[in-house]
């Protein structure tokens, strides 16, 4: 569903001032919640769409460029897919999942297909995520990396703007798909769960 930017930017103070005492305590999420509702604004729509903050809030990492938050949308465009059975898309609104592409080949037929990366052993390779099995979850991970790659796409071009120094995102991108290589490893948690890297 389509936001009105007013009422973005009302939820966002809200937001922003219940941070108040995080941010005196050195806390950078006000910092990267700003920066990603300037900057970014596809992803701060999925911030306000995601019931549990905390879940996006816990991705945030002070110490990563743009602190985490092409991983953080990222892995909440997964929870809201599975809390509402729907994909939700870049410029609002959403697409019901098609469960019917659950009866397709498993994407992990075509592994082979692709010069071995990251992206293959984690998504493709026999054993690994979901989407090597059912082709719903390789849908899955082509939304949610679309929202991912549009939020540092978004913060890329902000940075070049202000003529600073720019990061390459494929490095995140690897960076990511290690980190959740190694969620997905140690099992059992909920934000792998969530994510169905398990
Ligand atoms: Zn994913």
Known sequence: MRRLRSISCALACTALAAFGSAAAAGDCRPAALEKLRAAAPAGFAIYQQIKDKKFFLNWISCDEADFGLPTAVHESV?????????????????????????????????????????????????????????????????????????????????????GEAQVDHRDGLSADGVRRALCRAGGGERTCDLARLA
């Open 78 to 162: 997964h929870y809201i897919t599975a809390e509402t059975d729907a994909f939700p898309l870049i410029h609002g609104g959403q697409l019901k999942r098609p469960h019917e592409v659950s009866a397709f080949f498993a994407p992990s037929l075509i592994a082979g297909k692709f010069k071995a990366n990251d992206f293959v052993s984690t998504y493709l390779r026999p054993g690994s995520a979901s989407s090597s099995t059912d082709f719903l979850y390789l849908l899955d991970e082509l939304n949610a990396y679309t929202h991912d790659l549009n939020a540092a796409v978004n913060f890329k071009s902000r940075v070049a703007d202000e």
